[in-house]
């Protein structure tokens, strides 16, 4: 059984020490192919059989750098305010681990393709925090091990272990934080949120699909604490692949309570990796921190420099899109939206989804309505990010449209969107297949309006008496035997015309 950590409070903390960040995100990039062979690029593929001599190491096997990967990686660059190296190159990160089959990473060194830039982060109550870049650099990603038998996953306590190297190769940028100082009580606060700022960046700019649940977007959150009359940072531990936002924030705060519990007993804190147990919000450790001397880093041989031209990086440039904060301005005032609603639409992940259902033609009020209610709540149903429903922007744009012209009703049209959701086909489709149109024939309504009619004579008495309220319970019967497929408000009209009421 693990042994239970002591913690100290996390406002003693805050009194005694000042918590000082450095975050590392590894971002692989979607391009169609690895970073240096033709094997494909795509999640979920069966266990090896998405490789190459190239990724796997074989002897004479020699790699060709992907080109769409170092456009990405300026781009990126670029947008995180960096300057972009006019001559780089590659270097080899020497270490042994059973899924990198070279016995060594291609990564980048003293030497990345871009450095010094910025990402200004905006907390929940608007402060604004700058976060210096030191730099974002090219790499490879490693394969996948998974662990079996035992009862954690983890290789302590496991039977034997099975590698899939799919993964290898697979194109990284890391983008590696300055150091982080004077947050004080915010820093998990803005742990989190200069991860969740990065990602809508790199989402904007269409390299990643930023997916932390399948490991496309990782945080490695490096913490340390300092006395409060200190001059000199503290010994820092770096919590591993950190795979959620709500994770990175968690995380930083239990390395603070954590070592700050150690600290004042008199301990001393371990340079070492840790990992971030999702259950209890913990951190275990890992294993020693190697330094950079331990990698014994030198140039790539097999890979000539970059040297990217100041003119492709201008041309390069032009293709940003409108930053994610800026453009969550301009459609909070076209929207008309306050500071309130704004942030629950971005909590809940719907900002680019209810504009990409604008784009399609759907009114903002209605594309809003539908993305923050009725598809929220499918999305928690299912326990996935509103952004992977299998329905897309377009998709809810119909339906919305078929609402607007009258062939749905809003209970017809959110079957339509059930079975969107489930594999049935387009809008259109699932109308087909399930019968969902509505009744607009007024033969057929009056038929079912004189069938409820003479079906209950005394509410029928009323509504001629003039109580026009009492038409509820005939609207009531007919939508019945129209299996909700009629217009409610075309029934009662109707039924008052029936009734000449």
């Known amino acids: 059984m693990t042994a239970t950590v002591e913690l100290m409070d996390y406002e003693e903390v805050i009194e005694r020490f000042n918590p000082v960040l450095g975050l590392e995100v590894h971002v692989e990039l979607n391009t169609h192919t690895k970073m240096f062979c033709g094997c494909a690029n795509t999640f979920g593929g069966e266990p090896n059989t998405q490789v190459c001599p190239v990724c796997l190491g074989l002897p004479g096997a020699l790699p ?9 990686a300026i781009r990126i660059g670029l947008a995180l305010n960096c300057e972009i190296a006019e001559w780089c190159r590659f270097a080899r990160k020497n270490y042994f681990y059973p899924d990198m089959p070279k ?54 306590g496991a039977e034997h272990s099975l590698l899939d190297y799919n993964r290898a190769g697979v194109p990284l940028i890391e983008i590696v934080t300055k150091t982080i100082e004077g947050t004080g009580a915010r820093a998990p606060e803005v742990a989190r949120a200069y991860v969740s700022t990065l990602r809508d960046l790199l989402k904007a700019l269409d390299v990643s699909d930023v997916r932390m649940d399948q490991g496309s977007l990782r945080c490695d959150a490096n913490v340390s604490l300092m006395a409060k009359d200190a001059t ?63 990698y014994r880093y030198f140039p790539e041989p097999d890979l000539v420099p970059i040297a990217p031209s100041r003119e492709w990086v201008e041309e390069l440039r032009q293709t940003l899109p409108e930053p994610p ?24 992940g719907a900002i680019d989804l209810i504009t990409a259902t604008v ?22 149903n299912q326990g996935v990010e509103l952004g992977a429903l299998a329905i897309s922007p377009a998709q809810v744009a119909k339906v919305i449209a078929l609402v607007a012209d009258g062939s749905l ?57 003039g109580k026009v309220a009492a038409a509820g319970a005939i609207v009531g019967a007919v939508m019945k035997a129209t299996k909700g497929q009629a217009d409610a408000k075309r029934v009662r009209e109707l039924i008052l015309e029936r009734c000449g009421a």
């Not at 709500?246 to 705060?253: D, H, L, P, Q, T």
């Not at 301005?329 to 929207?335: F, G």
């Open 409 to 465: 009703t809003n209970k017809l049209a959110r079957e339509v969107v059930d079975g969107v959701l489930a594999g049935e086909g387009e809008p259109e489709q699932v109308v087909e297949q399930r019968g969902l149109k509505v009744v607009s024939d007024d033969s057929a309504l009056y038929a079912a309006i004189d069938e409820a009619l003479a079906a209950q004579p005394d509410v029928a008495d009323k509504i001629r008496d």
């Open 325 to 348: 904060a800026e453009r969550r301005k301009r459609v909070q005032a076209e929207w008309q939206l306050s500071d309130l609603e704004m942030r629950d639409l971005v909590n809940a």
């Open 232 to 294: 000199e940072f503290g010994t820092r531990t770096e919590t591993k692949n950190v795979n959620s936002l709500r994770s990175v924030e968690r995380a930083v705060r239990h390395e603070m309570t954590r070592q700050a519990a150690i600290l004042v007993q008199g301990g001393s804190i371990l340079q070492e990796t840790r990992h971030f147990e999702e259950a209890s919000g913990t951190t275990r450790a890992g294993r020693r921190k190697e330094t950079s001397e331990d």
């Open 103 to 156: 016995n060594f990473q291609t990564s980048q060194y003293d030497e990345p393709i871009a450095f010094n830039g910025y990402l200004d982060v905006t907390l929940d109550d608007g402060e604004v925090v700058r976060v210096e870049i030191e730099r974002a650099h090219m790499e490879e990603d490693t394969g996948k091990s998974l662990h079996v038998g035992g009862a954690t996953g983890r290789i302590h």
């Open 64 to 72: 060709v750098l992907n080109a769409t990967g170092v456009e990405s």
């Open 359 to 380: 784009e399609a033609g759907a009114p903002s009020g209605e594309a809003r309505s539908w993305w923050v209610s009725y598809l929220s709540q499918q999305a928690n």
